[in-house]
């Protein structure tokens, strides 16, 4: 088995850096063996959580750069993505799953990341997400 | 005939607007926002549209893709007209059952399916 596989980037917002951080988690992923659905599961986990980082936790941060750190093993995957934006109360996002905001077109990347990794975690001030990802759960 | 936009195949089938994705991943803003006006220009003029998307190529989707379709299925339903999903992947099926979107959208194993409920 290889040893555990590290990295480290900054993101200013240009999407070939989110594709380089894909591809560089997804290469670390495939060498410590974790299957199909886990590199499914970490790539949309990671778009959004990239993705969010960029575009609301940074929205009022000019030229506001956003820290992904990550390490994989053969047992987890772990993602650290801090935004320098002023954080957010994960909890008063509304549940997109209700019958009375299933038409609302945005809100649900959340969601997405706690269905599809092992965990999920909002550090204070909310700028700072902390995800696992357990081979386990594929299996 | 088939009319070309750059991430979308849209022909005619009989009187229905087909729409096929031409990209495995929609995931980046931009595409996602310029496949949303090209559906949009191209339903735009039309009356009670019939309209067929086909995800045979998808393989990844993101929370993004998923807001442009409830804004494509918005339109069609203003319109008074019809929007059936068809030949999703099992994992993007999924997506689609973990956020209840399957609720909202009418989804069909095959494009042949989709165009027979379409008729």
Redesign the interface.
């Known amino acids: 088995m290889p040893a555990r596989i590290e990295g480290h980037a900054i993101l200013r917002g240009p999407r070939a850096e989110i594709d380089a951080c894909q591809s560089a988690v997804e290469q670390a992923m495939d060498q410590h063996g974790y299957g199909r659905e886990a590199l499914f599961a970490v790539r949309l986990a990671l778009e959004e959580a990239l993705v969010n980082a960029i575009r609301h936790g940074n929205r009022h941060v000019p030229d506001g750069q956003v820290d992904f750190q990550w390490s994989v093993d053969g047992d987890e995957a772990r993602f650290d993505v801090r935004d320098q934006g002023e954080g957010f109360d994960p909890d008063a996002v509304p549940d997109p799953t209700e019958d009375d905001n299933l038409e609302i077109p945005s809100g649900r990347g959340i969601m997405l990341m706690k269905a599809y990794m092992s965990e999920v975690e909002y550090r204070d001030p909310g700028n700072h997400l902390a995800m696992v990802y357990r081979k386990s759960k594929g299996a | 005939m088939a009319n070309d936009s750059s991430r979308l195949r849209i022909s005619a089938v009989n009187d229905v607007v087909r729409i096929d994705f031409v990209d495995r991943d929609i995931?980046?803003?931009?595409t996602i926002r310029q496949i949303g006006q090209d559906i949009q220009r191209k339903l735009e003029p039309m009356s009670a549209p019939k309209v067929l998307m086909c995800f045979t190529v998808v393989e990844?989707l993101?929370?993004?893709a998923?807001?442009?379709l409830?804004?494509v299925n918005?339109l069609v339903k203003k319109k008074g007209g019809t929007l059936r999903l068809a030949e999703i992947r099992p994992?993007i099926l999924e997506?689609f059952y973990?956020?209840?979107?399957n609720?909202?959208f009418s989804i069909d194993e095959s494009a042949e399916a989709a165009l027979k409920a379409l008729a």
Do not use: M, N, Q, R
């Open positions: 995931l980046d803003e931009a990844h993101s929370s993004a998923l807001g442009t409830i804004t918005s994992e997506v973990i956020t209840k979107l609720k909202h």
